[in-house]
């Protein structure tokens, strides 16, 4: 079957960094994507992955391993603001969009 | 810039119920979705549609019937409503499909059937 696994809940300081990862098994693959959702609201973009590497985007990176079926979210000089949940989202052979349960992390100052 | 905008907000229903929820986008969007959120579960995709006058099934259709009869709007009907349909859910529409185009998301509609 279809799986992406992404830890539960992660708590970080603020000004820290935190790595997010994820971990997928899925009918091929066309890409992923990360996305923020603030409690009681709705999911934001926050990046896309097709290809190996690592794609920085201001304080987020987000990094991705084909072979592995892995990608980690890389956040860097954490805000109090940044306390959310983080879904991974993967795109399969067939063009379906797999999404991740989402990791909740929780910003301490 | 309005985006995606869904109503109602919140709702309660009694079991066996119907009731439709809105769906308006204002970005001259091709795709549009509609998924449920649960508590410990990934978004599910219940219905979606790549044009005006299309829909196609998702993960979780059963229940659901949907209507896309303008571009900008995308229906979601609950006919007879049952607890298990109690969830948070979430329109969204894309310019391109879902394989490298990020969705853009409304503020959800929380949904309770007693």
């Known amino acids: 079957g279809q799986n992406i696994d992404q830890p539960t809940e992660m708590t970080a300081t603020e000004g820290a960094i935190v790595q997010i990862n994820c971990t997928y098994q899925t009918s091929g693959f066309n890409g992923l994507f990360w996305y923020q959702q603030h409690a009681g609201e709705a999911p934001t973009f926050l990046s896309y992955?097709?290809l190996d590497g690592l794609e920085e985007k201001g304080r987020f990176s987000s990094f991705l391993s084909r072979s592995k079926g892995y990608s980690y979210l890389l956040l860097k000089e954490l805000q109090m603001k940044d306390s959310a949940s983080y879904l991974c989202a993967v795109t399969d052979s067939n063009y379906q969009l797999i999404w991740g349960a989402g990791t909740k992390l929780i910003i301490k100052p | 810039n309005a985006g995606v905008t869904q109503t109602p907000k919140f709702r309660v229903l009694k079991t066996g119920q119907s009731m439709t929820l809105l769906c308006a986008q204002d970005?001259?969007?091709?795709?549009m979705y509609w998924y449920r959120q649960d508590p410990g579960m990934g978004l599910r995709l219940i219905h979606y549609?790549?044009?005006?006058?299309?829909?196609a099934k998702g993960e979780v259709p059963d229940g659901y019937n949907v209507s896309r009869l303008k571009k900008q709007n995308f229906l979601l009907g609950l006919e007879s409503a049952a607890p298990s349909q109690t969830s948070v859910y979430f329109c969204?529409?894309?310019?391109?499909?879902?394989?490298?185009?990020?969705?853009?998301f409304g503020d959800g509609t929380r949904l309770s059937i007693l």
């Open positions: 549609s790549v044009g005006e006058g299309t829909t």
């Open positions: 969204a529409s894309s310019y391109g499909d879902i394989n490298s185009q990020p969705q853009h």
């Open positions: 970005m001259n969007h091709e795709y």
């Open positions: 992955n097709v």
